[in-house]
């Protein structure tokens, strides 16, 4: 297995775990193997007629449920070996917050910012349709989603693409994030950063385990530093606001900030917007080198950029109490032994950043069942309530002001039932993983693979070996 680092990593993280569980070995070792590695490269014509061969991969790492799901990434880091470690990554997620997909991974290896708009849409359609060509895409097959460097517009590119190529009923289900003109889902964009951020509540929340950790209990008033202002950072700290957290540290690819004081986030997005970068920003102090804030003060450390990125050099000056794995992989093994010596709570990526493949799943179904959440039942919900206050009206002589009725007779609508089924996944999820860890006195990354190596494993006990 040389060279296969990452994947490695998230194979011993299961061999770790696997101790806990009574599998037998080989289905152990057919629970960790990738199932489909696709490996390919195709032509793309640039702007200025040149050609240039472009290298991309797809992997399905378990069929034990279909379809199987992971996000595409563009990025100069994209290999075989990161692919395979993500997709594996993804099978665990959706089993610890029991989204029932097999997990996948893709990812082209570009650097965005060299290409033009026509020629990232080339790209992605001529990848889509090397997918579709070798049957990796379909919405009862294989699900991409968004990652890291890609969003929205390359989903709505990708199903463009299996729309002109199939005639699938349920088409749209053939990738998620897409726009929602497209049949996407609202909340889709914030869903993994609005799952950090109900995992990390979760955690704050519990009185004995903050007291273990020396933290008061809640999120209000504790202080935190992020590493990514992209779209899972970026809306992880701004729930994390919301709830009154105080951001006090940026780590961004040009440099990284910090301020005792707290920093402003939307004013600081605006200037990144306009510089391309955090370093300079106006009432903070830029560190000299650029992952330094990830060690300076702060009750909570979210990295959420690429992973590797607390490893043995800097994990024993890491400060944070919590940290808040929001990207893939961000700990490398020794990295998490330094920390957890230390006696700080690490919540692991393939729980906390689940957020994202939770709603994803909430798209797919919307897709397959070709109704937006909501419509059926929103006003019926609203009258329900509005009869209810009436009869308390009339027994109880109150009157109830429009804002009152409006309030309180608020049916579910999409976006409503999306955030209330996000949040009901992470609590759970938490609360199962963490008596997990308590019952066999381990790490929570260690009870998260526990909990999913006994999901799958059931599984593929019962379903069998196809002869
Ligand atoms: P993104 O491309 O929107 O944002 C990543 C941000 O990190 C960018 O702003 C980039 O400039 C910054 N960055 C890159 N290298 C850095 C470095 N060395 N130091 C500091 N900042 C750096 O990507 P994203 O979708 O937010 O994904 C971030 C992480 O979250 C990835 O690990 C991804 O796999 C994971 N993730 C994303 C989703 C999703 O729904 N987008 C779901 C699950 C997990």
């Known amino acids: ?84 470690a993500l997709s594996a990554l993804m099978t665990y997620k959706c089993a610890v917050v029991d989204v029932p997909f097999g997990g996948a991974k893709g990812g082209i290896k570009i650097d965005k910012s060299k290409y033009s708009q026509r020629e990232l849409e080339h790209i992605t359609r ?37 729309r002109q190529m199939s005639t699938d ?5 053939c990738v998620t994030g897409k726009p929602v003109e497209m049949g996407g889902i609202r909340g889709r964009t914030e869903a993994t950063g609005r799952g950090v951020y109900f995992g990390i509540k979760e955690a704050c929340d519990n009185k004995e385990d903050m007291k273990e950790l020396g933290l008061t209990p809640g999120i209000e008033g504790k202080t935190f530093v992020i590493q990514g202002l992209g779209n899972v950072g970026y809306h992880a700290a701004l729930y994390m606001i919301e709830a009154g957290a105080k951001l006090v540290g940026v780590a961004e690819i040009d440099g990284s900030i910090y301020s005792e004081a707290g920093i402003d986030l939307e004013k600081l997005m605006e200037y990144k917007a306009e510089t391309g970068g955090v370093t300079g920003f106006e009432g903070t102090e830029t560190l000299e080198k650029s992952n330094s804030v990830l060690e300076s003060d702060c009750d909570i450390l979210i990295p959420a950029a690429l992973e590797n990125q607390i490893n043995e050099e800097n994990a024993g000056k890491i400060k944070a109490k919590i940290i808040g794995e929001a990207a893939n992989g961000p700990t490398t093994a020794r990295g998490h032994e330094i920390i957890k010596k230390r006696g700080a709570l690490i919540i692991p990526d393939n729980y906390l ?73 992470m609590i759970n999820a938490y609360n199962e993983m963490n008596e997990l860890r308590k019952k066999h006195d381990v790490d929570l990354r260690t009870a998260a693979f526990i909990s999913a190596i006994n999901k799958v494993g059931t599984i593929y006990e019962r379903m069998g070996i196809f002869p």
């Open 169 to 173: 009923l349920n088409a749209d289900g």
């Open 126 to 162: 001529r990848y889509a349709f090397e997918l579709i060509k070798k049957n990796f895409i379909g919405p009862g097959t294989d699900v991409p989603a968004p990652d890291y460097g890609t969003g929205a517009q390359e989903m709505g590119w990708i199903l463009d693409t299996f």
């Open 1 to 84: 297995m040389k060279g296969y680092k990452f994947y490695e990593q998230v194979n011993a993280a299961f061999d770790e775990a696997a101790q806990y569980t009574t599998y037998d070995k080989g289905l152990l070792s057919q629970m960790k193997i990738c199932n489909d590695v696709l490996h390919i490269t195709f032509p793309v014509e640039l702007d200025n007629g040149k050609i240039e061969v472009i290298e991309a991969w797809r992997v399905e790492h378990s069929h034990h449920k279909m379809p199987t799901k992971g996000g595409i990434r563009y990025s100069m880091t994209v290999n075989e070996d990161e692919t395979m």
């Open 353 to 425: 950043n689940a957020g994202g493949v939770t709603v994803s799943y909430f798209e797919w179904l919307k897709n397959i069942q070709h109704v937006r959440f909501g419509r059926m039942g929103k006003r019926f919900e609203e009258n329900s309530y509005k009869k209810i206050l009436s009869v308390i009206e009339t027994i109880s002589d109150r009157k109830f002001t429009e804002k009152e009725l409006s309030f309180l007779a608020k049916g579910g609508g999409e976006a409503e039932l999306v955030d209330s089924g996000l949040e009901e996944t």
